[in-house]
């Protein structure tokens, strides 16, 4: 059985389209869910968004046990959660971290991920196609496995 990639969305990525378009754009989180899908090809992927801290972790701990690589946007989650660092920590696979404006560029209570240092990897600023960078990235990454 091929496990599937876990595609994991934080808090207000539900009104993506609508929010702030002129920092995250005019892509909604179901443009992006087919998006990811594509690039996907074969490999299952679960795709899921919560405006809930222990929601996300409960899905990260799932994915300990069923998935092959996480992609994670974890919104506000990334400057405050020591819950979902703590679970991203117990995943053994690759975990991209994705963000859709380059977090780095913003104000300083946006500028600093502390879930980085629990991930393979950070995309940020490149839009919607950050998501598509990263399935690409974690599929490779399984290939060589």
Known sequence: MIKPLYVLNG???NRLGTREPEIYGTTTLAEIEAMCRK???????????????????????????????????PAGLSFRSIPVLDALKMFKGPIIEVHLSN????????RHSILSSAVTGVIA????????????ALLGMLAKK
């Open 11 to 13: 808090p207000n990525l």
């Open 39 to 73: 690039a996907a090809g074969r490999q299952p992927v679960e795709f899921r968004q919560t405006n809930a801290e222990g929601q996300m972790v409960d899905w990260i701990q799932e994915a300990v046990d069923k998935a092959a690589g996480i992609v994670i946007n």
């Open 103 to 110: 977090i780095h560029g913003r104000d300083e209570l946006h």
């Open 125 to 136: 600023g490149l839009g919607p196609r950050g998501y598509t960078a990263a399935v690409s």
